[in-house]
C-alpha cells in the first residue's frame, strides 16, 4: 500500500458502438482480486435496447478489458446494477427491469456466480412488485445478515431489505420519508454498531438526508437534514479498514458538478476533508465507491452524461462515458 497520496484516473472505455448512453456503475473487488464494474447503455435512457454491461480490471495486466453484455432482458430495459461479494465470495449482481415504460414499474431481480464473475446464473426475482430499486452496494452486518439498501421510485421513499440466511430470504424493513422526497439510499455499520444511512434529496431539497439504526435495520430514525449538499443525484458511502467513512457526492445543490469524495474520521459527524475528482461543466454523477484490500479506495462514476434537453430521454445519450479513479486516504486528506 501505497503510504504518501496517491492518486490516479483511467477510462473503462470510450466508446460502445450502438450504444452511446452508460450510466450508473457499481464497482467491486473479486476474490482473486481484480475488479468488476457493470453499469447500464443502450441507446436512451429507458430505450428497450438498454442492458447491463460489466467490464473486468485486470490486476496482471492494469487494464480494463472490452466491456460485455452481462445482463439483457429481450424488449425491456434493465438499469441499476449493483455488485456485491458474500462471505462465501458468491458475486452477486442485483439489477432492475422495467415491465412498463419507466423507473415506477421495475422489479428487483439478481444473478449469481459462483466462479469470480466468469459465469452467472439465470436471474431470479427479488422483489416482484413494482416501482422498488436498487442503486448502492448492501453490505455484511457484523451479526453476518446481508442488508441491501432500496428505495420506492413511486412514492420517493428509502428501506432496506434484509437476509438472515445468506440471500436464500429477504424481508423488508424501514419506509424513511421526507416532504421532498429521499432515494436511493446508502448505508454504512459504525464503531458502536449502529448504522447511518444517507440519501438522495428529491425536487429542489439541495442536502443530503440521513437515518439511523440502532437494531441492525430493523427500524429507523425519522430522516433529518445534513450540512452536505445534494443536487437530486446519487450518492455512496464506504467504511474503511481505518474505520474511516469516505463519501463520493455531487458537493452542489443545483447541478451534478463537481463531484467529490469526502472523508470522516468521527463517524459522520464531521466531514472536514474533502477533495474534487471532476469539476467544470457538464455531469458528473452516480458514483460507486469501495475499498479494495491493498487499503486504495476505488469511484467509478458518470462521466460527462448529457443535460441537454433533460426532459427527452433520448437526450440523454449524449456523451456517457464511464470513469475509474484510484487514491487513499492520504490524499483526500492532503
Known sequence: MVEGPS??????????????????????????????????????????????????????????????????????????????????????????????????SCVIKYVKSEDGGFTWSSPTILRSEWGWMTRNKPLTLRNGYILLPIYDEDRWRSMVMISEDDGETWTRYGDIKTDQGVIQPTVVQLRDGSLLMYMRTGGKGGYIWKSASTDNGRTWTAACKTQLRNPNSSIEMVKTSDRNIVLAFNDSSAGRSPLNVALSTNDGCTWPFKKSLEIGQGEFSYPSVIQSRDGNIHVVYTHRRGEIGQFDRRFHAHGANIKHVTLNEAWIKS
Open 7 to 104: 492518486f490516479s484516473i483511467k477510462e473503462i472505455f470510450d466508446r460502445i458502438s450502438g450504444r452511446p448512453f452508460n450510466h450508473a456503475p457499481t464497482l467491486v473487488e473479486l476474490p482473486g482480486r481484480d475488479l468488476l464494474a457493470a453499469w447500464y447503455g443502450g441507446s436512451y435512457e429507458g430505450a428497450k435496447d438498454v442492458v447491463v454491461l460489466s467490464s473486468r480490471f485486470e490486476r496482471i495486466s492494469n487494464a480494463w478489458k472490452e466491456p460485455s453484455v452481462l445482463v439483457d432482458t429481450p424488449d425491456r430495459s434493465d438499469g441499476n446494477p449493483v455488485l456485491f461479494v458474500d462471505r462465501y465470495e458468491n458475486v452477486w449482481l442485483f439489477y432492475v427491469t422495467m415491465e412498463g415504460n419507466w423507473w415506477d
